[in-house]
């Protein structure tokens, strides 16, 4: 499955940003898929998972209550719907789909990222 993550961009503290990520190749029906990020001089980090079987959801601590996660098989596209965004939030997001039940690590296919940054 080929993954695109779009919707970056510049954004004051407090705005919002809705992420997509578009699949091609194969439906995201069978896979978990994940938004992670990553900061300049930091380690990628898990954002947020949408699982296939179950149908729920998971959340780093730190975009809990403010980030939204969401799926929609017809159109082979998963998003990540951000309120409050902070300045620690400025990252390069990438969107991610696996098949492990681990939904916080262990995905296979990657996009390219897409950036965002929040200004104080």
């Known amino acids: 499955v080929q993954l695109q993550a779009y919707g970056g961009g510049l954004v004051q503290a407090g705005g919002s940003l809705r992420l997509s990520c578009a699949a091609s190749?194969?439906?995201?029906?069978?896979?978990?898929m994940g938004w992670f990020r990553q900061a300049p001089g930091k380690e990628r980090e898990f954002v947020a998972a949408s699982t296939w079987s179950a149908g729920t959801t998971d959340y780093a601590d730190s975009v809990k209550g403010r980030f939204t996660i969401s799926r929609d098989n017809a159109k082979n596209t998963v998003y990540l719907q951000m309120n409050s965004l902070k300045p620690e939030d400025t990252a390069v997001y990438y969107c991610?789909?696996?098949?492990?039940?681990?939904?916080?690590?262990?995905?296979?296919?990657w996009g390219r990222g897409t950036l965002v940054t929040v200004s104080s």
């Open positions: 190749g194969r439906t995201i029906r069978v896979y978990n």
């Open positions: 991610a789909a696996g098949v492990s039940r681990i939904v916080r690590q262990n995905y296979d296919y």
